[in-house]
Nanobody
Framework: QVQLVESGGGLVQAGGSLRLSCAAS????????MGWFRQAPGKEREFVVA????????YWADSVKGRFTISKDNAKNTVYLQMNSLKPEDTAVYRC???????????????????????WGQGTQVTVSS
């Protein structure tokens, strides 16, 4: 069983930055992909970004592309989301996700669907004030 621990959320002013971390714990594994979703109050959950573990290829939501970056530490099974130029509309609970490779979509180029990911973190709150 894979457990995910997210950290790094907080409150920042518009234009500021935050760095989120997501560390896998439990048994050793090599994910097929990891990424982030977010959900703002009263809004549907939204795909943010995913990274293919072996190739490093990234897949971005248009709303954050160019402002956020994603990186990974293979040895630690950890993914990082660097969020720059934050806007109030980025305010949301951010959840880390893992594609273990079992999904029908695991070897496709479709990364934005929730069904691809079989492990989800509890979430970390990001609040951006104007």
């Amino acid at each position: 069983q894979v457990q995910l621990v997210e950290s790094g959320g907080g409150l920042v002013q518009a234009g500021g930055s935050l760095r989120l971390s997501c560390a896998a714990s439990g048994r050793t594994f090599s994910p097929y992909a990891m990424g982030w979703f977010r959900q703002a109050p009263g809004k549907e959950r939204e795909f943010v970004v995913a990274i293919n573990w072996s190739s490093g290829s990234t897949y971005w939501a248009d709303s954050v592309k160019g402002r956020f970056t994603i990186s990974k530490d293979n040895a630690k099974n950890t993914v990082y989301l660097q969020m720059n130029s934050l806007k109030p509309e980025d305010t949301a609970v951010y959840r880390c996700v893992v594609d273990s490779g079992r999904s029908f979509w695991s070897r496709s180029n479709y990364y934005s669907g929730e069904g691809r990911y079989d492990f989800w973190g509890q979430g970390t709150q990001v609040t951006v004030s104007s």
